[in-house]
């Protein structure tokens, strides 16, 4: 029985992890949103980047050879894409929102007469970065050696795995 008995010292270990534990949590919930309005314009806030995303994503899958995969992911980039600029219009997100929140890539992007018009161009610079990551190796700055056909699937494969493409848009 002596040998399930907690000493002195380890009593004072554990509840000093016990506070620890318990400031942290503390903290952690002082800054936590329970206002869902605010929850819902960080949700409007992301659409950049699921728009963004799903694009890559679906470069990944046509690259694999998931061809009805990539299409579901590119229709979901373009419904992201569409709500994301409503919301721009509808002033949410905040500039300060967009700069935390949203790729470069789609921010250097929003210009243009049409939301049609603007996807498209994010389309174009989101296949271009996800397709450079499965053609060239990160070290291949000036993309001068193409990886071989079938090193080029096994990334896409693999990109779309580590990215959680299935995931998204279910």
């Known amino acids: 029985m002596a040998d ?6 380890e009593m004072r270990k554990m509840r000093k992890l016990v506070l620890g534990c318990s ?6 919930l002082l800054f936590a949103s329970t206002d869902s309005e605010a929850t ?4 409007r ?12 994503c679906g ?19 373009i419904g992201a894409g569409r709500q994301f600029l409503q919301a721009i219009r509808a002033g949410s997100p905040t500039e300060e929102e967009l700069r935390q929140s949203t790729p470069v890539g789609v921010m250097l992007r929003l210009g ?5 018009f603007i996807i498209g161009r994010i389309f174009e610079a989101a296949l271009e970065e996800a397709l450079a990551k499965v053609w060239y190796d990160a070290d291949d700055m000036h993309r001068t050696n193409p990886r071989p056909e079938t090193l080029r699937k096994l990334e896409a494969e693999a990109s779309y795995g580590s990215s959680n493409c299935e995931l998204m848009g279910h």
């Open 4 to 9: 399930h008995m907690i000493d002195g010292g």
């Open 23 to 28: 400031c942290i949590a503390s903290f952690l």
């Open 40 to 43: 819902e314009i960080s949700e």
């Open 45 to 56: 806030a992301l659409l950049g980047r699921t728009m963004w995303s799903a694009f890559e």
């Open 59 to 77: 470069a990944f899958g046509e690259s694999s050879g998931q061809q009805q995969e990539a299409e579901r992911l590119y229709s979901h980039g």
């Open 112 to 116: 243009g007469d049409s939301d049609d």
